[in-house]
């Protein structure tokens, strides 16, 4: 919102739980129901906290005592808790999660799956709930001194055109930067279609110096104009993402 007195802008900000509706569950393992088998956190700062639910319901004639197995890169900033467990035969209940932000964890796009069985089932039938968030720098916590000493890149070029080729060559896309800042560039997350492949980069850069981005680039399923993006996220407050073209044209019919 913004007016014309002092401050001019103010975020105002809405929070809440949505409870489910419980008419929309359906059957995911044996006779448990649930309503959706994610929790999609969406995009969350290094800084911040978010609490998801999902419900569920035990709509067999027995106990249930569900049984969670976290897969091994599940990361130790997400807590996964039932509300009920046991859970008697008929009741209903939720499954928390709460997510951290992890200024040591993974940044960018993070998705992984748990999976579940009711321990009292003999066939062991086994469900999933997806966990993926999307997480980023929280700048707005940094000292001034912080930010005076901020890292800074700079590429030499932002677009690898390598003109006509055929679509039976593999290309190689070199892009160059360095370090104009004075406190150490970190390469957070690389985002790219699934046939540009990484082929190495430099994460780490200290100040005054140059890193690489290399990839390999396979034209088997293109034809003409060929254009696509990459998106580099980094620790610079001034320049967090940056977004890499590589164009070109293939000559085969």
């Not at 007195?5 to 739980?17: A, F, W, Y």
């Not at 609490?51 to 091994?72: G, H, V």
């Not at 999660?97 to 992890?102: A, P, Q, V, Y």
């Not at 034809?223 to 977004?243: D, L």
Request: overall charge neutral.
């Amino acid at each position: 919102m913004k007016t014309n007195g002092k401050p001019s802008e103010t975020i105002l900000r809405i929070r809440g739980l949505v409870i489910p509706d419980p008419t929309s569950l359906r059957k995911r393992i044996g006779l448990l129901e649930i309503n959706r088998a994610e929790f999609n956190f969406g995009n969350i700062l290094d800084t911040e906290v978010k609490r998801d639910s999902i419900l569920i319901r035990n709509s067999s004639d027995k106990e249930m005592e569900l049984i969670f197995e976290s897969p091994e890169e599940a990361a130790d900033n997400f807590k996964l808790e039932p509300g009920m467990n046991p859970l008697p035969s008929g009741e209903t209940c939720f499954i928390y999660g709460e997510l951290h932000g992890d200024p040591e964890g993974e940044y960018g796009f993070v998705r992984y799956r748990y999976t579940f069985y009711d321990k009292h089932n003999p066939e062991k039938q086994r469900g999933g709930i997806q966990v993926s968030y999307n997480q980023s720098e929280d700048f707005s916590a940094w000292t001034n001194e912080q930010k005076a000493k901020a890292p800074n890149i700079r590429f030499s070029q932002t677009t690898c055109d390598f003109g006509e080729k055929s679509r039976k060559e593999l290309i190689e896309c070199v892009f160059e930067f360095t370090n104009t800042g004075l406190s150490d560039l970190i390469i957070r997350d690389v985002r790219k279609a699934s046939f540009i492949k990484f082929v190495r980069m430099d994460e780490c850069v200290k100040p005054g110096e140059k890193g690489e981005l290399v990839f390999d680039v396979s034209l088997t399923r293109s034809q003409g104009e060929f254009i696509r993006y990459i998106t580099v996220t980094t620790n610079c407050p001034g320049r967090k993402k940056n977004k890499l073209t590589i164009r070109g044209k293939i000559v085969d019919r």
